[in-house]
């Protein structure tokens, strides 16, 4: 009697909740170690790809200054990183994001770095290709907002205040009338002189 199960060879065991995810274009990802295999389900005689994890250096958010470390109000506990990457959740798009109405694939590594992946369409390998860096792009936009340390006075800057144009988020913008304020949430529309 033939079963109606198959077996696949990973690399390794998945060690994390969240390391096995399918896919609504039905193919099965499994986070095992460094490596995400993908894999087909109705081929499971090798995987159809993978996706090889980099190292990633950390955000330079909360980090003690190695002269800080030996002071009296800090903890004289040692903290250590996990140096090799290592997936620990994985998560399939819905069908139609990836250029061959395919799903992206989102891996987070213990390093807390989320990257988006695609099948290689155009690329001749078995390799999938890094569509987004999450992490150092949401990084980014909050280095450029200063963390919100400044109240939100980035968004809008008066840059000529007779004329009525204020620069919102780099780009310019006319406000079509002017407006004073009487008080708190009243507002009338300043007459033309």
């Not at 155009?122 to 390799?127: G, I, P, S």
């Not at 999938?128 to 340390?149: C, H, M, P, R």
């Not at 968004?155 to 406000?175: F, H, W």
């Amino acid at each position: 009697m033939a079963t109606h199960y198959q077996a696949a060879t990973l690399i390794a065991s998945p060690s994390y909740p969240n390391a096995i995810a399918w896919s609504s274009d039905n193919l099965v990802a499994v986070a095992s170690g460094h490596i995400v295999t993908i894999l087909n389900p109705a081929a499971l005689d090798g995987p159809r790809g993978l996706v090889g994890l980099r190292h990633s250096d950390p955000f330079p958010i909360g980090v003690v200054k190695r002269e800080d470390l030996l002071e009296p109000c800090l903890l004289p506990t040692s903290l250590a990183r996990e140096t090799e990457p290592c997936a620990r959740s994985i998560s399939w798009s819905q069908q139609g994001f990836a250029p061959n109405y395919g799903c992206l694939l989102a891996v987070c590594t213990v390093n807390d770095h989320v990257k988006l992946y695609r099948s290689p369409i155009w690329e001749l390998c078995d390799e999938w290709v890094e569509v987004a860096d999450i992490s150092q792009l949401l990084f980014n936009y909050y280095k450029i907002i200063n963390f919100g340390e400044d109240n939100g006075s980035h968004l809008t800057s008066s840059k000529n205040t007779n004329s009525g144009e204020a620069e919102v988020l780099g780009s310019t913008c006319r406000s079509e009338e002017s407006l004073y304020f009487r008080g708190p949430g009243q507002r009338k529309i300043k007459p033309a002189r």
